[in-house]
């Protein structure tokens, strides 16, 4: 089975996707840092990995958020069934 991944990003405007339940895709970040952490405010919804795969389990809405050198970038992710 392929799974197509594609590649979103997110800035410190705070920027909104839709993605379907069962989707997978990656966070795109422009330059390069030594450590990233993510963090989800609604894992059960969505779910990021440490290498920035998100994956959409079900319908509901997460904020994705990581901070670099001190400011902080949002995703909101509405996942739809």
Same mark, same amino acid.
């Given at each position: *089975? +392929?799974?197509e991944i594609k590649l979103i990003s997110f800035t410190q405007r705070g920027e909104k996707i839709e993605m379907k339940a069962g @989707? *997978? @895709? @990656?966070?795109? +970040?422009?330059? $390069?840092? @030594? $450590?990233l952490i993510f963090k989800s405010s609604r894992p059960a919804s969505v779910f990021i990995d440490e290498n920035g795969f998100v994956y959409a389990r079900k319908k509901g809405r997460s904020v994705i958020s990581t901070k670099i050198n001190g400011t902080t970038y949002k995703l909101t992710i509405e996942v739809k069934e």
């Amino acid at each position: *089975m +392929i799974i197509e991944i594609k590649l979103i990003s997110f800035t410190q405007r705070g920027e909104k996707i839709e993605m379907k339940a069962g @989707q *997978m @895709q @990656q966070l795109r +970040i422009n330059k $390069t840092f @030594q $450590t990233l952490i993510f963090k989800s405010s609604r894992p059960a919804s969505v779910f990021i990995d440490e290498n920035g795969f998100v994956y959409a389990r079900k319908k509901g809405r997460s904020v994705i958020s990581t901070k670099i050198n001190g400011t902080t970038y949002k995703l909101t992710i509405e996942v739809k069934e």
